[in-house]
């Protein structure tokens, strides 16, 4: 259900026992951790959720999730999942680089991978992806691979979520 994906500098792959400590640091790290989900949890509620990678994600096969890693060192978390949210109907791609890896175009590479494949590999029209309006830098990666801003959704805590799309064009028509 989780295969491996590569691009030129990083490899996506299932994650392994040994990187629950990596997983935490970087969902502990405020700076990377508040934009995932509901923000910030505890160092406990972290470990619980990498436990659910592989007890409910990859035991059930729901949808692929990986590790991260450049120059074989892990930096980050990828999944391409079915939103979460009953307004948004179809995929979405969540991620998140530590901040060692800032700064050299992680960030677009891997959300163009993870467009891509939703596109190619699952086959869908579109891909979304929810982002907190305040978050700058992912709003400019996917902008830069052009995705379009569609609905805007005032949370209950005030903040605003922004929804993204990314479309593949319609195939052309035989005449």
Request: glycine share 10%.
């Given at each position: 259900?989780?295969?491996?994906?590569?691009?030129?500098?990083?490899?996506?792959?299932?994650?392994?026992?040994?990187?629950?400590?990596?997983?935490?640091?970087?969902?502990?790290?405020?700076?990377?951790?508040?934009?995932?989900?509901?923000?910030?949890q505890s160092a406990a509620e972290?470990?619980?959720?990498?436990?659910?990678?592989?007890?409910?994600?990859?035991?059930?096969?729901?949808?692929?999730?990986?590790?991260?890693?450049?120059?074989?060192?892990?930096?980050?978390?990828?999944?391409?999942?079915?939103?979460?949210?009953?307004?948004?109907?179809?995929?979405?791609?969540?991620?998140?680089?530590?901040?060692?890896?800032?700064?050299?175009?992680?960030?677009?590479?891997?959300?163009?991978?993870?467009?891509?494949?939703?596109?190619?590999?699952?086959?869908?029209?579109?891909?979304h992806a929810t982002v907190d309006?305040?978050?700058?830098?992912?709003?400019?990666?996917?902008?830069?691979?052009?995705?379009?801003?569609?609905?805007?959704?005032?949370?209950?805590?005030?903040?605003?979520?922004?929804?993204?799309?990314?479309?593949?064009?319609a195939p052309p028509t035989g005449?």
């Amino acid at each position: 259900m989780t295969p491996e994906l590569r691009s030129e500098r990083l490899v996506l792959s299932p994650y392994v026992a040994t990187d629950e400590a990596d997983f935490v640091a970087l969902f502990q790290d405020e700076t990377v951790g508040r934009w995932f989900g509901d923000g910030m949890q505890s160092a406990a509620e972290d470990r619980a959720l990498f436990g659910r990678i592989f007890t409910l994600i990859y035991a059930e096969e729901r949808f692929p999730v990986w590790a991260v890693r450049h120059e074989g060192r892990y930096v980050g978390h990828a999944e391409v999942k079915p939103s979460p949210e009953s307004w948004l109907d179809g995929h979405e791609i969540v991620y998140g680089l530590n901040r060692a890896s800032w700064g050299l175009g992680l960030g677009t590479e891997l959300a163009r991978l993870l467009t891509s494949y939703g596109h190619e590999t699952l086959g869908l029209t579109e891909v979304h992806a929810t982002v907190d309006s305040e978050n700058a830098p992912s709003l400019s990666v996917l902008k830069r691979l052009g995705y379009t801003q569609g609905r805007q959704i005032t949370e209950e805590n005030g903040r605003i979520t922004l929804q993204l799309t990314s479309r593949q064009p319609a195939p052309p028509t035989g005449e």
